[in-house]
T-cell receptor, first 120, second 115 residues
Framework: GAVVSQHPSWVICKSGTSVKIECRSL??????MFWYRQFPKQSLMLMAT?????????EQGVEKDKFLINHASLTLSTLTVTSAHPEDSSFYIC????????????????FGNGTRLTVT | AQSVSQHNHHVILSEAASLELGCNYS??????LFWYVQYPGQHLQLLLK??????LVKGIKGFEAEFIKSKFSFNLRKPSVQWSDTAEYFC?????????????FGKGTMLLVSP
C-alpha cells in the first residue's frame, strides 16, 4: 500500500546547526503534505501545510524563517529547522494524501514514521 | 515497537445512530492515547487524549473514549452522530514518560454520516 517515508527517523545535532527532514510519498503523488510537531505529553500540533510548487502555509505562531518548508515535487517535501536550539527538540511528523484517487473521501491520509530531533 | 490497529476503514451511519470506532494498540509499557479527526478539507484536530487517571475520557463535540488496559483498547464513542461528524478519525499512541517518543497512528477510519 501507499507509504510515506520520513528521513531521518532520529537526529541529534548541536545548537546553532540546521537540520533537514525529508518526507517522501513512495508510490503516490501528493500536492499537499502536512508537517506536525509534538511536544512531550502533548498532542500533535500542525505547523504548516506544504503545497507543491508554491509557498507553505504556516500556522499562527510558527516561525517561517526558522522552519523552512520546500515542496519541490509531488513526492517530496522537506522541513529544515534552521539554527536549531534545544527548545526545538521534538518529534516531527509529516502526512500526505494520495491525490490520484477519485475523491478525498476514498483517499486515506498517510503518516510518516516521524523524526525525533534532539538539539544539544 | 508499538503499533495501532483500527478495525474499520469505512463506516457509514445514519444521523442519530450511535458510533463506536475500534482502536487496539500493541506496546508493552505505559502509553498515551489519542484520537484525532480530520474533517474534509481541514487539518488534523485533537478530539481527546488519555495520559493517566480516569480511563473514560471526554472530548470535544460529544465524543468520548474508554481506555481498557487489559484489552489494549481505546475505542471512540458518540451516542448520536450528526452529519457534521463526517470525517476521518485516527487513533494514535506513544510511549508515556519517555520524552519525545514516536507517535504511531492507525490507518484511520472514514466515517460517512448520511442525513
Amino acid at each position: 500500500g501507499a507509504v510515506v517515508s520520513q528521513h531521518p527517523s532520529w537526529v541529534i545535532c548541536k545548537s546553532g546547526t540546521s537540520v533537514k527532514i525529508e518526507c517522501r510519498s513512495l508510490d503516490f503523488q501528493a500536492t499537499t503534505m502536512f508537517w506536525y510537531r509534538q511536544f512531550p505529553k502533548q498532542s500533535l500540533m500542525l505547523m504548516a501545510t506544504s503545497n507543491e510548487g508554491s509557498k507553505a502555509t504556516y500556522e499562527q505562531g510558527v516561525e517561517k524563517d526558522k522552519f523552512l518548508i520546500n515542496h519541490a515535487s509531488l513526492t517530496l517535501s522537506t522541513l529544515t529547522v534552521t539554527s536549531a536550539h534545544p527548545e526545538d527538540s521534538s518529534f516531527y511528523i509529516c502526512s500526505a494524501r494520495d491525490i490520484g484517487l477519485i475523491s478525498s473521501y476514498n483517499s486515506p491520509l498517510h503518516f510518516g514514521n516521524g523524526t525525533r530531533l534532539t538539539v544539544t | 515497537a508499538q503499533s495501532v490497529s483500527q478495525h474499520n476503514h469505512h463506516v457509514i451511519l445514519s444521523e442519530a445512530a450511535s458510533l463506536e470506532l475500534g482502536c487496539n494498540y500493541s506496546y508493552g509499557g505505559t502509553v498515551n492515547l489519542f484520537w484525532y479527526v480530520q474533517y474534509p478539507g481541514q487539518h488534523l484536530q485533537l478530539l481527546l487524549k488519555y495520559f493517566s487517571g480516569d480511563p473514560l475520557v471526554k472530548g470535544i463535540k460529544g465524543f468520548e473514549a474508554e481506555f481498557i488496559k487489559s484489552k489494549f483498547s481505546f475505542n471512540l464513542r458518540k451516542p448520536s452522530v450528526q452529519w457534521s461528524d463526517t470525517a476521518e478519525y485516527f487513533c494514535a499512541v506513544n510511549a508515556a514518560n519517555s520524552g519525545y517518543s514516536t507517535l504511531t497512528f492507525g490507518k484511520g477510519t472514514m466515517l460517512l454520516v448520511s442525513p
